[in-house]
């Protein structure tokens, strides 16, 4: 649908208005008033006139069908107004009035489903409820109750978009001290009907947008947003966003161990890396990334030059750079040289540059420094620290260097004296504070550097993605069903059933190409016996039920089992605790206890918003002890699989670890993106699928699923 009645319309109608202009139904009459907005119509069944205009009794006396009808009503009085407003033909309007859902009460939620359900039915366009307006300064339209945005502010290129008003300001001002201008400042309120990403998809498209920075609450459509964001992607445009919640707690494990590591915050990181958005840690960095966004022409990644004329200087901002996840390259050994040819004395050259405290004397040689700084092909940009008067001596060099160089350059003056309309005027950057800076130059270098983004981890996005190897079958898989090829379709999920057993979740996975360890399910000490001398020893035993999640938990799983007397010490044991446990038991299963390898997890959770998360980690008892965990959205490739391995603090065990051999990393990425592909094929009645632990034998061996968890949501 298009925006255009709600974001720029032609005409508007103000229901409330007052002709007081500090009250809600008197600013946006003010706003537009002073804008020269032409066709503006106050509604006011007590006045003649509101703030010198003519006004209306109703809406229906209004002599045009006008494009937006704001309304400045109570929310006992909002509905009935638009339905009034849809018999006329008015296509949009923007509900400012609070007591809807933002009350967390029924009687607010029940108000906000009729608005809501009157959308749907209407076909209107309506922002709010809850909502402070918009501020379209491309167009000079302000339909805001806030007073942050006034008429006469120059119009750029960025736009704000927030669910929170007060939020919006704040950033709004933020950002405006820096010097960042806005094409649309925009607040979603409620978002009853049109919700974030509607508003995200216009600004994909709008010519005068070329970057937008979000605060967000909680998204409603997750896949609209993904889909919205990859269109700024294909645009080039900047989409950078700040998303609060970073510190709530995830969800408790309730059936399984990935439940607990892809709590809600974990989603939302996944879907913000697959999206490739620019991600802000604070409301001050979202604001700064709109603001680098003005220079990003000449920011090509987050590998910076620090000059600065302070040894301490150039160490503080080398640990914050490295904090964020910036980096400051090692420079080459002739740029090296020709620094210590240029500064006077002896310094550090290797980046970060120390000028020290000569440039007092003499400032000459700044300009060739930066040029030099500047120079090798891995530095994206130069921190150039230099305080107060030390950069007023020296500034005309640094324009100098500035107009020379397709590279950004970035003033820190700490002493905050620094002329910031005359180093913008010549594309400097500049920043007061060391981490402020650090921070936010990592997390735009970040942006322009990724163009596939990778699955993010604890702050970071993952490692590289190397392509996998030839596949190397499993010693011990099952072989499908089907025998040759593999099955497109899980086997019918049985009725009146909230898991499948072990040995069920394991058949299933086969048929999508995860490797599983060979099993035999017996159900009594004599077949118990006679498949573990089958098999060989050791031999490890576990119960099969689908109403026990975690067996170890209850003394169901017994390892290195090394004979017959022993198999059916621990079959009898464990049926005896099954039958105390008043669950439903299926038999026990005897596999073969394998040796050497490194254990992880791979599971997959419905998220509520954005749909299928895979959660990839340590496993065994490193999952509970470490929680080191890599998330992303499915699907994922072989290599998504693989960089999201590489991505753990705990990769060093895969690779190699003191000694140890390499374990087959390629066969479990294979493993993982094969269990993606089976979850994507599960329908609607699969909630949750683990394997716990995938076991990764060493390079050339493969991996195996030893455990398999497959959740069901009741019918």
């Not at 007052?18 to 106050?42: E, H, M, Q, T």
């Not at 006139?49 to 229906?60: M, W």
């Not at 209107?124 to 307006?133: E, F, S, V």
């Not at 464990?574 to 791979?602: D, F, Q, R, W, Y």
């Amino acid at each position: 649908m298009s925006l255009e009645p709600l974001l720029r319309p032609r005409s508007i109608a103000v229901i409330g208005a007052s002709d007081n202009k500090a009250r809600i139904g008197g600013v946006p009459v003010d706003l537009l008033k002073r804008a020269g907005f032409a066709r503006l119509y106050p509604v006011n069944p007590k006045n003649e006139s509101v703030q010198g205009l003519p006004a209306f009794a109703d809406i229906e006396s209004v002599p045009e069908v006008v494009d937006l009808a704001i309304i400045a009503l109570s929310a006992d009085l909002t509905l009935p107004m638009l339905e009034r407003c849809h018999a006329l033909g008015i296509p949009a309007a923007m509900v400012y009035a609070s007591g809807y859902a933002e009350t967390n009460e029924a009687e607010g939620q029940a108000k906000q489903d009729e608005l809501t359900a009157f959308a749907r039915r209407s076909g209107m366009q309506i922002a709010g409820p809850n909502c402070m307006g918009n501020a379209n300064f491309s167009a000079a339209i302000f339909t805001t109750f806030g007073q942050s945005f006034q008429p006469g502010e120059p119009a750029g290129s960025t736009a704000l978009l927030t669910q929170s008003g007060n939020m919006c300001a704040t950033v709004f001002r933020m950002a405006r001290r820096a010097g960042v201008t806005f094409s649309q400042v925009i607040n979603t309120g409620n978002e009853a009907s049109v919700e974030f990403s509607d508003y995200l998809d216009y600004l994909a498209s709008d010519p005068a947008t070329t970057s937008a920075v979000c605060y967000i609450e909680e998204l409603r459509n997750g896949p609209k947003f993904l889909a919205a964001a990859a269109k700024f992607r294909a645009a080039g445009k900047l989409l950078g966003v700040y998303k609060v919640g970073a510190s709530e707690k995830g969800a408790e494990a309730t059936r399984s161990h990935t439940a607990a590591l892809a709590g809600d915050t974990a989603a939302y990181d996944a879907a913000f890396a697959r999206a490739g958005v620019a991600r802000a840690g604070s409301l001050a960095e979202l604001a700064d990334l709109a603001y680098l966004h003005t220079i990003g022409d000449k920011i090509g990644g987050g590998n910076c030059a620090v000059l600065s004329i302070s040894g301490a200087a150039g160490a503080i901002l080398a640990d914050a750079l490295a904090l964020a996840g910036g980096d400051t390259p090692t420079l080459p050994q002739h740029v090296q040289d020709g620094l210590t040819a240029q500064i006077p004395g002896h310094s550090m050259v290797s980046n970060p540059i120390d000028m020290t405290g000569n440039v007092v004397n003499s400032n000459e040689f700044v300009l060739e420094c930066i040029r030099l700084a500047l120079s090798p092909d891995n530095i994206d940009l130069l921190l150039l620290y230099m305080p107060g008067n030390f950069l007023t001596q020296a500034l005309d060099q640094v324009e100098k260097a500035a107009a020379a160089s397709n590279k950004a350059i970035v003033v820190i003056d700490t002493f905050a004296m620094a002329d910031q309309a005359r180093l913008a005027q010549h594309g400097i950057g500049y920043f007061d504070d060391f981490d402020r800076a650090a921070r936010a130059i990592s997390a735009y270098g970040a942006w322009k550097r990724s163009s596939s983004p990778l699955p993010f981890r604890g702050g970071a996005g993952g490692g590289g993605c190397p392509d996998g190897t030839a596949p190397v079958e499993s010693p011990h898989p099952n072989p499908s069903p089907e025998g040759e090829g593999l099955s497109v379709s899980w086997p019918p999920f049985p009725a009146g059933r909230t898991a499948l057993s072990e040995t069920e979740g394991k058949e299933a996975l086969a048929r999508f190409g995860v490797p599983v360890v060979l099993d035999a399910l017996v159900h009594s000490e004599t077949e118990a016996r006679s498949e573990a001398a089958r098999i060989g020893f050791p031999l490890v035993a576990k119960l099969v039920s689908p109403d026990v999640a975690h067996k170890t938990e209850h003394g169901l799983i017994r390892l290195g089992l090394a004979s017959e007397d022993a198999v059916a010490e621990a079959f009898n044991a464990m049926m005896v605790k099954a039958t105390s446990m008043n669950v439903h038991i299926e038999g026990v299963t005897l596999e073969p206890m394998l040796a050497g390898g490194v254990e992880i997890l791979a599971g997959v959770t419905r998220d509520a918003v954005f749909g299928w998360m895979l959660t990839v980690g340590l496993g065994g008892v490193w999952t509970e002890l470490m929680k080191d965990a890599c998330h992303a959205l499915l699907p994922v490739s072989d290599a998504d699989a693989e960089a999201m391995l590489r991505s753990l603090k705990g990769f060093k065990l895969l690779d190699g670890y003191r000694g140890a051999p390499k374990a087959d990393v390629a066969a479990a990425a294979r493993a993982i993106a094969a269990l993606g592909e089976a979850v994507l094929a599960g329908g609607e009645r699969l909630r949750e699928v683990e394997v716990n632990p995938l076991l990764v034998l060493p390079e050339g061996n493969g991996a195996v699923a030893v455990d398999a968890l497959v959740l069901l949501k009741e019918e």
